[in-house]
């Protein structure tokens, strides 16, 4: 393991592991001298080992969880004793998959290192329908999205498991499927693509999960109480997409506040940004005055190719195989790093560049208008001070 100064490049440390690593993951917390975030390595005999070794004793007593899996289908979840440097396995689940039937993708919740938070930002909790209630997000940070495909069948199952408890919150079959199958997860929605036999083309399914009209707990989630899971509602759609897809994303803002948008790969180099208003399971075939009021669009089950959603332009990204996003400390702007064989980094804007002025501001003017109204309110007092005087003195 080397360790070195990223702005000068010189050597700090080089630490040698006589044993295989298997696993190689990032912790939540940074060490509170160096601020460098600690490193936690697995290998075959589930021996852990930290990096620093140095840790306060605060974030020791923080209980950490891992979940593992394996393409046949044996899932285990696992906590992290950082004191004693201990990995206990706490669930254990065998999803019973036949020999033609494997794992083809795993995703989770995107993470950060933020300052408060290690989880992606969630702004809103729930959202307004047209009679005013409230319909409440299940945006269980734990939950896990697994994709089994059976290629002999052309048979896709999906699963949502909480990696904390091992509870299975969703599972759903389609027929007449074939990879390649591509998650993103997010918030309390899930969207993924996958080719269709049925229809002989792409299609994106967009998967969300809802409490309900109650809210059980605003500030806290606990996914060891069951109660919870068995009233999720999961209301999903699938949508056509004219191109083929080779990796998704999707963005992410500050605050959560501007609207996410999916960014989707194709083959043949180019990035495509559909906004998450097109992808949404609540678009009603036919629309009535409370859902127009939620500002819900008709559905349509093709999504709409537009040329200037092309982020791009005219450079062609070869070999895409995934994105990274990150806030940028704007709400309105999402850093996003495509990689693959060719690297690709911009900003976006999913809902506009509503907290940038634009380079073509007109500054001065503004600054004529303000100093304008600051010698005007300047004279309108003196003036009224006058008044007042020659009406007191008649």
Not at 167 to 194: D, F, M, R
Not at 230 to 236: D, G, I, Q, R, Y
Request: proline share 4%; aromatic share 10%.
């Amino acid at each position: 393991l080397i360790s070195f100064n990223p702005m000068t490049g010189s050597l700090i440390e080089r630490k040698n592991f006589f044993t295989s690593i298997k696993r190689i993951e990032i912790l939540p917390y940074s060490n509170a001298q160096t601020h460098i975030y600690h490193l936690i390595m697995l290998d075959d005999r589930n021996k852990v080992m930290l990096y620093p070794e140095n840790m306060d004793a605060q974030e020791q007593q923080v209980p950490l969880h891992f979940f593992n899996f394996n393409v046949s289908g044996n899932l285990e979840g696992l906590v992290l004793n950082v004191s004693r440097k201990k990995l206990s396995s706490t669930w254990k689940v065998n999803l019973s998959l036949r020999n033609e039937q494997r794992i083809v993708a795993v995703v989770s919740k995107p993470s950060y290192l933020l300052i408060v938070t290690f989880t992606e930002k969630v702004h809103s909790a729930g959202r307004v329908l047209g009679n005013r209630s409230v319909l409440y997000k299940y945006a269980n940070p734990n939950l896990v999205a697994i994709a089994v495909l059976d290629s002999t069948h052309s048979v896709l199952q999906i699963y949502l498991i909480d990696a904390v408890s091992g509870y299975i919150v969703y599972s759903g079959k389609q027929n007449k499927i074939t990879g390649p199958i591509h998650l993103v997860h997010c918030e309390n929605w899930l969207a993924y693509s996958y080719w269709s036999e049925k229809g002989r083309r792409v299609e994106v399914a967009v998967v969300e999960l809802y409490e309900g009209l109650e809210q059980t707990d605003a500030f806290h989630y606990n996914s060891l109480v069951h109660t919870l899971a068995a009233k999720v509602t999961a209301l999903s759609q699938a949508y056509i997409f004219p191109q083929g897809v080779a990796a998704l994303g999707v963005t992410e803002t500050e605050l959560g506040l501007s609207t996410r948008s999916l960014l989707v790969a194709m083959p043949f180099g180019a990035i495509y940004v559909i906004s998450k208003r097109l992808l949404d399971a609540r678009r009603p075939l036919e629309m009535t005055q409370e859902l127009a009021e939620e500002m819900l669009l008709p559905y349509r089950p093709e999504l709409p190719i537009a040329s200037e959603d092309f982020i791009n332009y005219n450079q062609s990204i070869h070999g895409i195989r995934g994105f990274k996003t990150s806030p940028s400390g704007l709400e309105s702007t999402s850093l996003m790093l495509a990689y693959g064989t060719d690297l690709f980094f911009t900003q976006l804007t999913p809902s506009g560049t509503f907290d940038i002025l634009k380079d073509d501001f007109d500054h001065l003017l503004i600054s004529i208008v303000l100093l304008t109204l600051v010698i005007g309110s300047l004279l309108c007092k003196r003036l009224g001070k006058n008044n007042s005087l020659k009406q007191a003195w008649q």
